[in-house]
Nanobody, 123 residues
Framework: QGPLVESGGALVQTGDSLRLSCLDS????????MGWLRQAPGKEREFVIG????????FYSDSAKGRFTISRDSASGTVYLQMNSLQPEDTAIYYC????????????????WGQGTQVTVSS
């Protein structure tokens, strides 16, 4: 296990909601912007949603806008991904990672990836 550990993935139905957690137990990324990214079967890893290190700005992919939110609990060192109105197209392994440098929507801007957690949305 690395410094970031995701949890909360599950098998759900279309239209359900789900909250994923990313634990930064060592508080290694207090001053980092954070993001959630995913990789669906047969596809490249893609950016989903991210937030500035202060939490003042949020950056969305087209698929996440209006359905997903990202939040941070500094006390527990946890970054959350709240997913609503889930669709089968959201089925993927979801990763959290620290934004290091560059464009927020670019997966190459991230590092210190977690191990991922599986989200499956049945149709």
């Amino acid at each position: 296990q690395g410094p970031l550990v995701e949890s909360g993935g599950a098998l759900v139905q279309t239209g359900d909601s789900l909250r994923l957690s990313c634990l930064d137990s060592g508080r290694s990324f207090t001053d980092y912007a954070m993001g959630w990214l995913r990789q669906a079967p047969g596809k490249e890893r893609e950016f989903v949603i991210g937030m500035s290190y202060t939490g003042s700005r949020t950056f969305y992919s087209d698929s996440a806008k209006g359905r997903f939110t990202i939040s941070r609990d500094s006390a527990s060192g946890t970054v959350y991904l709240q997913m609503n109105s889930l669709q089968p197209e959201d089925t993927a392994i979801y990763y959290c990672a620290a934004h290091l440098s560059g464009t927020y929507e670019d997966v190459r801007a991230y590092g210190y990836w977690g191990q991922g957690t599986q989200v499956t949305v049945s149709s």
